[in-house]
C-alpha cells in the first residue's frame, strides 16, 4: 500500500519550546493530510485536515495558534507544537488520503511528544 | 462520536479463525465500511473496506449483511501479530472518525 512517512518517531523537549513534525507521503500526492493525536488507552481524535496551499481547518476544542499546520507541497505537512507544556505529550499521528487506489486512508507510524 | 459501535474485547486461540462484528445500523447507501487496526504505539493500517459486496484480500474477509447494518471482519488465522485494536467505521470521504474499537487479544 501507499507509505506516510513521519519523523521523528520520538522526541523529548522542554515546557516552553516548539517541537515541528513532518508527515510525507513518499509515492503519491496528497491534497489533503490529516492530523490526529491519541493519550494512553484512548482512541485517536481528529485535530484538523491539512489542505495543500491553504489553511488547515481544525477541529473543535484544538487551538490553531498553539498546533501550527503547514501544507506546503503535495507531499509534505508539518505540525508545529508551540510553546509545549506536559500536557501536550502525546502520541501524534498523521495520515492523508491516496485517491488513486480505494481512496484509502493510509497512516504514519507516529511521534510520541514528551513534554519535560 | 463514532457511528459505529463494536465489542470492547475478544479473545482467540492462535490458528484459529477470528471473527470481530460490528454494528453500523445508520450508514448511509454511499458511505464504504472501513477496518483498520493499530498495534501499540504504531499508527492505524488498513486493513480492508467495503460497500454492499463481501471482499477478500491477503489480509481478511470482509462480510457485510445484506442490510448494510453490521459487518464481520474475519482473520482466518489469527496469529500472535494479530493482536491489536480494530477499528470499524464508516467513510463518508472525510477523515475516518475513530471509536473505542475491538481489543483483540490472540493467545497461544
Known amino acids: 500500500g501507499a507509505v506516510v512517512s513521519q519523523h521523528p518517531s520520538w522526541v523529548i523537549c522542554k515546557s516552553g519550546t516548539s517541537v515541528k513534525i513532518e508527515c510525507r507521503s513518499l509515492?503519491?500526492?496528497?491534497?489533503?493530510m490529516f492530523w490526529y493525536r491519541q493519550f494512553p488507552k484512548q482512541s485517536l481524535m481528529l485535530m484538523a485536515t491539512?489542505?495543500?496551499?491553504?489553511?488547515?481547518?481544525?477541529e473543535q476544542g484544538v487551538e490553531k495558534d498553539k498546533f501550527l499546520i503547514n501544507h506546503a507541497s503535495l507531499t509534505l505537512s508539518t505540525l508545529t507544537v508551540t510553546s509545549a507544556h506536559p500536557e501536550d505529550s502525546s502520541f501524534y499521528i498523521c495520515s492523508a488520503r491516496e485517491r488513486r487506489r480505494g481512496d484509502i486512508q493510509y497512516f504514519g507510524a507516529g511521534t510520541r511528544l514528551s513534554v519535560l | 462520536d463514532a457511528k459505529t459501535t463494536q465489542p470492547p474485547s475478544m479473545d482467540c486461540a492462535e490458528g484459529r479463525a477470528a471473527n470481530l462484528p460490528c454494528n453500523h445500523s445508520t450508514i448511509s447507501g454511499n458511505e464504504y465500511v472501513y477496518w483498520y487496526r493499530q498495534i501499540h504505539s504504531q499508527g492505524p493500517q488498513y486493513i480492508i473496506h467495503g460497500l454492499k459486496n463481501n471482499e477478500t484480500n491477503e489480509m481478511a474477509s470482509l462480510i457485510i449483511t445484506e442490510d448494510r447494518k453490521s459487518s464481520t471482519l474475519i482473520l482466518p488465522h489469527a496469529t500472535l501479530r494479530d493482536t491489536a485494536v480494530y477499528y470499524c467505521m464508516e467513510d463518508s470521504g472525510y477523515a475516518l472518525n475513530f471509536g473505542k474499537g475491538t481489543s483483540l487479544l490472540v493467545t497461544p
Open positions: 491539512s489542505n495543500e496551499g491553504s489553511k488547515a481547518t481544525y
Open positions: 509515492d503519491f500526492q496528497a491534497t489533503t
